[in-house]
């Protein structure tokens, strides 16, 4: 391996977690492709929160969201730049991030349906493919933002502040007790609301175990593993 495919700390690229600049390359086209595409759609993923903003900001006028939509891709642009301003670019890095979540969608897929069963869940999208596309796009980076950025990764955090863990043991008991509820919170969104599915135990389970390897992912390899992961894995279900 040449010295180009290790990072600066040394690690090779394949086995280091995704950075922020990493995030934002291989999440940024995931954002843009959801947000240009779901305006044309009667439906939107439920985590989304910035849509109806972004229309109500362009006053529901059609070129002026798109245009929104472009500058916030264009700010993330700008502070990729910045962030990258005196490292190298390896785009390898970025081919192996993108192979790596390709790899756990299929992996998560197999363990799944070993430890539940069989479970179809999503199998095709009512308004085609173009519109799985685009909701697996939104479901991989909205999802992954809410479920496990803010409610696995900044709930650790805040119970961290309330119950100081000392020791080892307890710390990782707290670790695996809040990833496994907050699994469990992600597979119970998907049966709430007029969009969500009716209750069975078995997708749930399915889902729970999706979850948790979801926050796995996120924890040990970052955000972009995740989000690709996530979204693979819908396109598998709903396109093709």
Same mark, same amino acid.
Request: aromatic share 16%; with cysteine; glycine share 10%.
């Given at each position: 391996?040449?010295?180009?495919?290790?990072?600066?700390?040394?690690?090779?690229?394949?086995?280091?977690?995704?950075?922020?600049?990493?995030?934002?390359? %291989?999440?940024?086209?995931?954002?843009?492709?959801?947000? %240009? +595409?779901?305006?044309?759609?009667?439906?939107?993923?439920?985590?989304?929160?910035?849509?109806?903003?972004?229309?109500?900001?362009?006053?529901?006028?059609?070129?002026?969201?798109?245009? %929104?939509?472009?500058?916030?891709?264009?700010?993330?642009?700008?502070?990729?730049?910045?962030?990258?301003?005196?490292?190298?670019?390896?785009?390898?890095?970025?081919?192996?991030?993108?192979?790596?979540?390709?790899?756990?969608?299929?992996?998560?897929?197999?363990?799944?349906?070993?430890?539940?069963?069989? *479970?179809?869940?999503?199998?095709?999208?009512?308004?085609?493919?173009?519109?799985?596309?685009?909701?697996?796009?939104?479901?991989?980076?909205?999802?992954?933002?809410?479920?496990?950025?803010?409610?696995?990764?900044? +709930?650790?955090?805040?119970?961290?502040?309330?119950?100081?863990?000392?020791?080892?043991?307890?710390?990782?008991?707290? !670790?695996?007790?809040?990833?496994?509820?907050?699994?469990?919170?992600?597979?119970? !969104?998907?049966?709430?609301?007029? %969009?969500?599915?009716?209750?069975?135990?078995?997708?749930?389970?399915?889902?729970?175990?999706? +979850?948790?390897?979801? *926050?796995?992912?996120?924890?040990?390899?970052?955000?972009?593993?995740?989000?690709?992961?996530?979204?693979?894995?819908?396109?598998?279900?709903?396109?093709?």
């Amino acid at each position: 391996m040449s010295a180009r495919a290790f990072g600066s700390d040394g690690a090779p690229e394949v086995v280091r977690p995704s950075d922020a600049w990493c995030d934002l390359v %291989l999440t940024l086209p995931m954002f843009i492709g959801y947000h %240009l +595409g779901v305006i044309f759609l009667p439906v939107r993923n439920a985590a989304d929160v910035v849509t109806r903003e972004l229309v109500a900001l362009a006053d529901h006028d059609m070129a002026a969201y798109g245009a %929104l939509t472009l500058a916030i891709g264009g700010t993330f642009a700008i502070l990729l730049i910045l962030a990258g301003r005196g490292h190298a670019l390896r785009w390898s890095r970025f081919g192996w991030m993108a192979a790596e979540g390709i790899f756990y969608a299929v992996a998560m897929r197999v363990v799944a349906n070993y430890v539940v069963g069989r *479970v179809f869940l999503a199998e095709g999208f009512p308004q085609g493919a173009f519109a799985g596309l685009v909701m697996s796009f939104g479901a991989g980076f909205y999802e992954e933002l809410a479920f496990r950025v803010l409610l696995f990764g900044a +709930g650790l955090k805040l119970i961290a502040v309330f119950f100081p863990l000392v020791s080892g043991p307890r710390r990782a008991v707290a !670790w695996i007790g809040w990833a496994l509820v907050s699994a469990g919170i992600f597979s119970a !969104w998907h049966y709430v609301g007029a %969009l969500g599915d009716p209750f069975d135990a078995r997708s749930f389970l399915f889902r729970w175990v999706c +979850g948790a390897v979801f *926050v796995v992912i996120y924890a040990f390899r970052g955000f972009a593993p995740a989000v690709w992961t996530h979204a693979v894995y819908d396109i598998w279900a709903m396109v093709l």
